[in-house]
C-alpha cells in the first residue's frame, strides 16, 4: 500500500527566508511523485511533479523538489519565499492511471 | 486553456436531502476522479471512471453514486444527506495513456449541509 507523510504540520518562516516542506512516501512499486498548493478557499495547483528522468524537480513560482529514492523522500524548497506563498502544501503519490493519496498537508505561513 | 469545470460551486442542503454535484473534464481528457475534503482536511479519493466505466473506488458512502456519461462529464449523487458531508468537492481529469497520472483538478464544489 502507499501511504505519504508529511513531517510538519506547520511551517513559520520569515520573508525572502529559505523553506523546506518535508515529504516522504512509502510505497512497494515505483511512484509518481507530486506537490499541490491550495491558497486558502481555492482549489489545488499542481506546483510540480516526478514521473521519471532527473531527480531535481523545478516548478513554478520559484520552488523546486528532489526525489531521493533511498530515504523515499520528495522535500521541497525554495531559496527565498514571499508573503504571496503563504498557503497549504500536500505532498501527494500515485502508480499509473490511478489515484492520488494525499499527505496531511503543511500550513506554509510567512512572517515580514 | 481550458479547465476542469465543475457546478456549481457552492450548495447548501439540509439533512435527509440530495444534491448533485457536476464535473466537466478538459477536453479529450477521458478518466475522471472524485474527492473530498473536510474542513481542515486532506483530499480523499471517493472514485473515478476511465472510458464510462468505473476503474477505481475509494471511501465513497454507500449513499453516494457517480457516474461518467458518453460526453465524458460525470455527475457525484448524494443522497440523505448528513452534516458530515459537508465539505470541499474536487473533480480531476486526466488524459488518455497510462504511462503517467497527471491530475488537473477543478475549483471543487462547497457543500454545507445545515
Known amino acids: 500500500a502507499q501511504s505519504v507523510t508529511q513531517l510538519d504540520s506547520q511551517v513559520p518562516v520569515f520573508e525572502e527566508a529559505p523553506v523546506e516542506l518535508r515529504c516522504n512516501y512509502s510505497s512497494s512499486v515505483s511512484v509518481y511523485l507530486f506537490w499541490y498548493v491550495q491558497y486558502p478557499n481555492q482549489g489545488l495547483q499542481l506546483l510540480l511533479k516526478y514521473l521519471s528522468g532527473s531527480t531535481l524537480v523545478k516548478g513554478i513560482n520559484g520552488f523546486e523538489a528532489e526525489f531521493n529514492k533511498s530515504q523515499t523522500s520528495f522535500h521541497l524548497r525554495k531559496p527565498s519565499v514571499h508573503i504571496s506563498d503563504t498557503a497549504e502544501y500536500f505532498c501527494a503519490v500515485s502508480f499509473s492511471a490511478s489515484k492520488i493519496i494525499f499527505g496531511s498537508g503543511t500550513r506554509l505561513s510567512i512572517r515580514p | 486553456a481550458a479547465g476542469v469545470i465543475q457546478s456549481p460551486r457552492h450548495l447548501i442542503k439540509e439533512k435527509r436531502e440530495t444534491a448533485t454535484l457536476k464535473c466537466y473534464p478538459i477536453?479529450?481528457?477521458?478518466?475522471v476522479y472524485w474527492y473530498q475534503q473536510g474542513p481542515g482536511q486532506d483530499p480523499q479519493f471517493l472514485i473515478s471512471?476511465?472510458?464510462?466505466?468505473?476503474?477505481d473506488k475509494g471511501s465513497i458512502p454507500d449513499r453516494f453514486s457517480a457516474q461518467q456519461f458518453s460526453d465524458y462529464h460525470s455527475e457525484l449523487n448524494m443522497s440523505s444527506l448528513e452534516l458530515g458531508d459537508s465539505a470541499l468537492y474536487f473533480c480531476a481529469s486526466s488524459p488518455p495513456g497510462l504511462a503517467m497520472n497527471e491530475q488537473f483538478f477543478g475549483p471543487g464544489t462547497r457543500l454545507t449541509v445545515l
Open positions: 477536453p479529450r481528457h477521458d478518466t
Open positions: 471512471f476511465y472510458e464510462k466505466m468505473q476503474s
